[in-house]
């Protein structure tokens, strides 16, 4: 049985820092592309952050560039997203997602797998 779980998030003052955990099992990991999604109300899910499967390329969408990063510990099974200087527009529900033998960015109709997803919430 497949399980991405999401762990992180929270709410955090505009300008504050989260860190998002999404750890995998019942999966080969390290041959899994991983990615963070978020979905805002209203608005269509969007990929954040992805890491390719060796972990040697990562895609960014340009509204995180230079604030977000994303890391894989593939001795953990586990996926990171480290966001900094948060906005009040970075509020959403986080989802961890793992695309078979991605290089870097995937769409969300290419996940083969989803995590529940984590509330981050940010204040102004």
């Known amino acids: 049985q497949v399980q991405l779980v999401e762990s992180g998030g929270g709410v955090v003052q505009a300008g504050g820092s989260l860190r998002l955990s999404c750890a995998a099992s019942?999966?080969?990991?390290?041959?899994?592309?991983m990615g963070w999604f978020r979905q805002a109300p209203g608005k269509e899910r969007e990929l954040a952050a992805a890491?390719?499967?060796?972990?040697?390329?990562?895609t960014y969408a340009d509204a995180v560039k230079g604030r977000f990063t994303i890391s894989r510990d593939n001795a953990k099974n586990t996926v990171y997203l480290q966001m900094n200087s948060l906005k009040p527009e970075d509020t959403a529900v986080y989802y961890c997602?793992?695309?078979?033998?991605?290089?870097?960015?995937?769409?969300?109709?290419?996940?083969?797998?989803w995590g529940q997803g984590t509330q981050v919430t940010v204040s102004s």
């Open positions: 019942g999966v080969t990991f390290r041959t899994y592309g």
């Open positions: 997602a793992a695309d078979l033998y991605a290089s870097s960015s995937f769409t969300a109709r290419q996940v083969d797998y």
């Open positions: 890491i390719g499967w060796s972990g040697g390329r990562t």
